[in-house]
Each structure stands twice: as structure tokens, then as C-alpha cells.
């Protein structure tokens, strides 16, 4: 399957808004993927994967979840906010072949994140909240911030995604809390040796 027939799949299952916004991801992910390092063909595939089962038609969602038999702990599979990537990621493997765990998981955990990222899942996890189309308080900033320092910028969104879930009174999953603070200790450990 192309990205061409992804693309003509996805409009089948996800909203205009929801199209646009992956292809603003796809445009910000080359330009990080330029700015660090990453290869922009794998940024390119993660990018335009990472929401390809954001459905609007729960029910459909939710029937196609429970077809996929993927093993999801019990806060991800009840949400769609947390499964819609490891659906993806799912697809990726079954249905298009592309076995490489690096995308795999940078589309399974751009909403969380996890401990131990890869340049290319900061590089996703960044690009989902830094596309020109999000508009949040500190998304100025934040945008600033991701052409400067990755990690540092990925710290801060997830910050922001924290407090916006307390604020809310919403479940923080605990991949979140692990991958922010092991961004934590590697910004302070490199800000140590700087300054050290």
C-alpha cells in the first residue's frame, strides 16, 4: 500500500480537520527529522500513521480494537485517546509489512510517550503538538523550543500535558509520568556536565 492509498483510506474513517492535521504532522516531523538527524522517510511514515485510527464512529472503533487482539493494558484499551496508536502501530506490521520497532513505537506512544525514547518518538511525540495548527497556551514557545533542543521541548509538552490532565481531572497514564521523568534526569544530567 502507498501513502497515496493510505491517505484515500484514512478520508474514508477520519474528519477533514483530522487529515489536515496529519499532514501538518508529516510537514513538521520531516523538518525535526532534518533538524536532528533522524531519517525523514521513517519520520514520514510515523507521522502520517500516528493517527490513521482516530475514527469518528466509536462503535466501529471499538469492533475493530476488539478484532485486533492486541494485548493493551486496561486504561489504554478503554481509550481511544491512548489505543488509536498501537492501532496504528498494529497496522503498520500486519497490514503494510513495515516491521521496525523505532516507528512502531513512535506511533504507538505519541500520546504518552515512554521512558527511554528514541530521536524519532520525541521527534513524532513533539511534531503531534507543535504543528502549526495547534494552538495552546505556551505554543509559541514551545514551537521555538523544538528546533533548539529536543529534549528540553519534549519536556515541556508533556508538562503541558500534565497539567492540562490534572487540570481537567483526567487519567495520566503512567508511561507519561515515566517518560517525563526520564527526560527529567537526562536534562539534568547533561545540564550537570555542562555546568560541571
Do not use: C
Amino acid at each position: 500500500m502507498t501513502k497515496e492509498e493510505i491517505l484515500a483510506r484514512m478520508k474514508k474513517n477520519l474528519s477533514p480537520s483530522r487529515i489536515e492535521h496529519i499532514l501538518r504532522v508529516v510537514d513538521t516531523a520531516q523538518l525535526l527529522a532534518e533538524r536532528y538527524g533522524v531519517d525523514p522517510e521513517r519520520a514520514e511514515w510515523a507521522a502520517l500513521l500516528h493517527d490513521f485510527y482516530k475514527w469518528q464512529d466509536k462503535e466501529a472503533y471499538d469492533a475493530a480494537l476488539e478484532a485486533s487482539g492486541l494485548a493493551l493494558d486496561e486504561e489504554t484499551a478503554a481509550s481511544q485517546e491512548l489505543s488509536h496508536g498501537w492501532m496504528a502501530a498494529d497496522f503498520m506490521q500486519s497490514a503494510l509489512g513495515i516491521e521496525d520497532k523505532e516507528i512502531y513505537y513512535a506511533i504507538a506512544t505519541h500520546t504518552t510517550g515512554r521512558s527511554g525514547m528514541s530521536l524519532l518518538e520525541k521527534v513524532i511525540y513533539l511534531a503531534d503538538r507543535v504543528e502549526p495548527g495547534r494552538v495552546h497556551p505556551g505554543s509559541d514557545r514551545l514551537r521555538s523550543m523544538a528546533f533548539q533542543d529536543l529534549d528540553r521541548a519534549v519536556y515541556i509538552a508533556m508538562n503541558q500535558t500534565l497539567e492540562y490532565l490534572l487540570k481537567n481531572h483526567s487519567y495520566i497514564h503512567p508511561r507519561t509520568i515515566e517518560a517525563r521523568n526520564d527526560l527529567w534526569r537526562n536534562i539534568t544530567e547533561r545540564t550537570e556536565r555542562i555546568e560541571g
